[in-house]
């Protein structure tokens, strides 16, 4: 069959893997193809063990693999052969040298480059779809033109703005798809045949053309913003718990009014994922490139909080538990960065559970999806141990620590748990997400995050 247009993705991770498994489902007429340096991970996309957990996504992959919908890692024939080439490779932040612990990490994103500079022969559209520095797209462009205007490459930025556990049900239905370009005659046309693609299934709305150092910034800011408003209320949180508001109260409450909004108010134990400490980070490093260190201590408060908020957890489980927790056993329940996904980077679960493991606690790891990375993460640790059955590894454990807002999680019976444990039971819910009324009733010492504790006398 032709196909009216080739479309290839280099970095099949949590975001170039959905979404190019999204555009192939709904767009049969291009042929979409992944390309990833990393083999197993290949493998695992073309088999029925996927390398990623996300809702839904098996069965669109299961759809389009094979029709319009490739996985492969042969980098220079996938360039060749391609119209529009998406960019979504890793750039964590630097861990050496200049900037190191908060600038991005370009390195792949610039070998990236090079590399479809060298494997190209006609002219292509490259999309940034990675988070990036502002005006990263500036280098790209020098990079790809850097042997001459021959071919002609057109550099877009179209940050993806979907969250892990809800990826599809994002890309399906996005508030916006942002589409940045340079204000040039070619970048507008390279920009149409980008919106078109997503038209065959996005209301042309909420389809949004800005110029491309806009976009690039958007991306930054808009996960900047969504971790500042759980610092905010995570940092109301420690002033609830002095002073018996309720902070779930506090948040439904501002919540209402439609200026603030009620969503992003949960407080817990923090954010994780791989994105938001990496790119408030990088904001704060581009601030303060460019002079401005007022501006980039504010945004570096909202990762300290963040912090703050993991110790004062961990701090109040070891005074609540009479000063000590060494060699007692702990059934951690979530290790997942949040619920629905297997992700553990930058985990608050793995932050807090590195934490009770330095006081030298035994941690019994429960986790629905995680608990392969949750291995893979821990490996050669010791004191800890990974269980199927959260009802097997309580036996005889002292406490209960809920890290993860799995759903499975508030529908346990928590009788049979308490039966198992260690008395006095404790029981500290990290994300609010339990009845803690009802825990307290069977026997537990319930200790929410930002709300008065239930201690049984
Ligand atoms: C990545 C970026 O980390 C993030 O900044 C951006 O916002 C979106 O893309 P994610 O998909 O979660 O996020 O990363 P990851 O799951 O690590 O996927 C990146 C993939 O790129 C990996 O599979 C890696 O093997 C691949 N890669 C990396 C290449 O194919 N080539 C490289 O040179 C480097
Ligand atoms: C985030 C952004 O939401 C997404 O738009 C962007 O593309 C990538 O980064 P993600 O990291 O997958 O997505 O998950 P998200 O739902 O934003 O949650 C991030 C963290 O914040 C999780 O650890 C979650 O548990 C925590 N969180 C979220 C809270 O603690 N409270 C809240 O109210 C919301």
């Known amino acids: 069959m032709e196909f009216e247009k080739r479309i290839l993705c280099i970095g099949a991770g949590y975001v170039g893997g959905p979404t190019m498994a999204v555009i192939a489902d ?55 052969h391609s119209d529009i080439i998406f960019v979504s490779v890793n750039t964590p932040t630097k861990a050496f040298g200049q900037g190191a612990g908060q600038a991005a990490d370009l390195q792949y994103w610039e070998k990236t480059a090079y590399q ?7 002219d ?17 462009q020098r990079i790809l033109h850097s042997r001459g205007t021959s071919p002609r490459f057109d550099v877009l930025s179209n940050p993806e703005f979907l969250a892990e556990g809800t990826a599809v049900e994002n890309l399906l239905q996005p508030d916006r798809v942002l589409v940045g370009c340079m204000n040039t005659e070619s970048g507008h046309k390279a920009c149409d045949q980008l919106e078109a693609i997503y038209a065959n299934w996005v209301d042309r709305s909420r389809i949004i053309r800005t110029n491309i150092w806009s976009a690039e910034l958007s991306k930054l800011v808009a996960n900047a913003f969504l971790a500042q408003r759980i610092s905010a209320i995570n940092s109301i949180s420690a002033l609830c718990e002095k002073t018996e508001a309720d902070v779930d109260e506090v948040a439904h409450s501002i919540g209402l009014d439609s200026r603030i909004g009620k969503k992003f108010l949960k407080a817990g134990i923090g954010f994780g994922g791989s994105c938001f400490k990496k790119d408030i980070l990088n904001l704060v490093y581009i601030c303060r490139q460019h002079g401005l ?17 993991q110790s004062r957890f961990v701090a109040n489980m070891i005074s609540e538990m009479f000063n000590t927790i060494a060699g007692k056993s702990i059934l951690v329940l979530g290790f997942a960065f949040k619920a629905d996904t297997g992700d553990t980077r930058e985990s608050p679960a793995a932050q807090v559970c590195r934490r009770l493991l330095e006081e030298h606690a035994q941690l019994r790891l429960c986790d629905p999806k995680a608990l392969e990375n949750a291995r893979k993460e821990l490996i050669g640790v010791q004191g800890v141990s990974f269980h199927e059955d959260p009802y097997e590894a309580a036996e005889n454990v002292h406490a209960v620590a809920l890290l993860t807002d799995w759903q499975c999680y508030r529908e346990l019976d928590y009788a049979k748990v308490f039966d198992r444990m260690e008395k006095p039971a404790f029981l500290f819910d990290g994300r609010n997400l339990l009845d803690h009324r009802r825990l307290f009733e069977i026997g537990f010492n319930v200790y929410p995050v930002g ?7």
Not at 33 to 51: C, K, T, Y
């Open 124 to 140: 292509k559209i490259v999309v940034e779809k990675s988070t990036l520095p502002v005006r990263t797209a500036e280098a790209m």
């Open 26 to 80: 709904k767009c049969p007429q291009y042929r979409v193809e992944l390309v990833d340096i990393n083999e197993e991970r290949i493998r695992r996309w073309n088999s029925e063990d996927l390398p990623i957990y996300e809702p839904g996504l098996d069965e669109i992959v299961r759809r389009a693999r094979g029709r319009n919908l490739f996985f492969t890692t042969e980098v220079a024939t996938a360039i060749e």
């Open 116 to 122: 479809i500079l060298k494997h190209s022969h006609s």
């Open 293 to 309: 260190d007022e501006v980039a201590d504010f945004w570096e408060r909202v990762v300290e909080i963040n912090e703050y908020q």
């Open 451 to 457: 709300k008065s504790p239930l201690r049984q006398l």
